[in-house]
């Protein structure tokens, strides 16, 4: 399954987890290998809640779990919505980053545009966490990598820590060279996601990512969100635009209520059986 070209490989699990804790990221490692596995940005699995419709937990291909996922979660609803385990086309999901609930778009029956209330913003360094700023935010605070080039950086969190940079050309700006530079920055104990943002106008934004624990993906929904809550607060972009990310455009708005909602496609792409033997 895809959001906008951000794939992952989702696996019903409804009746438990069949793997034991200590598998996960091996056998993560290798789904998520694009030669000698099946190739994807991330494993997920629909798992059984006792507070939510299901639970959520989404693997990053380098085996690190993810507290959250934009398109991950379009693409869980769906599946959780076309194999008629929804009760209706409002979905509760239990993720790491607590609680979130989706609506579902369908047509014939079948999920084709899913929106997520990604939930209030943290700004608050020791939650996201970083070390930069001060007690309440970091917003536009100097990052020095490598102990040479300084950016203008701003640190938020979407329920996983972002660092949004303002770039004015980000098909060409080298997102490969300092995004994992970033990402593994001290100044991230936990480390980030790195959004590159060129502002188009002031509701549409151009976003390119370079994800924690993923690398530079088509798409990433959590990203698009931190890069308009960063682009509203610096007052670059009204609370409500569109994000053109590689793989396609996602809806972001920032409501009055502080809380944001993310709307975009979720399609899947082919059902499998998969055969895994753990090295142990």
Known sequence: MHGLGN????IGALDGMPLREGELSEFTRFVCDRHFG???DGVIWILPSEEADFKMRIFNPDGSEAEMCGNGIRCAAKWFYDRDYAKGETIRVETLAGLKTVWVQAKEGKAV????DMGEPIFNPAQIPTTLGNDREAIEVLLTVDGAETFTVSAVS????????????????PV??????IERHPAFPQ???VEFVQVVSSN?????????GAGLTLACGTGACASLVIAAK???????AKVHLPGGALTIEWRDDSRVYMTGPAVEVFRGELVWGSSD
């Open 113 to 116: 545009a899913v929106t997520v």
């Open 204 to 212: 549409e934004l151009r976003v390119r990512v370079w994800e924690r």
């Open 191 to 193: 480390r980030t996601n």
């Open 176 to 181: 490969e060279l300092v995004g994992p530079k």
């Open 234 to 240: 610096t007052g670059r972009a009204e609370r409500k």
């Open 38 to 40: 099946v190739g994807a």
């Open 7 to 10: 794939d992952f490989v989702v």
């Open 158 to 173: 979407m329920g996983n820590p972002h660092c949004v940079v303002f770039v004015s050309d980000v098909d060409n700006f």
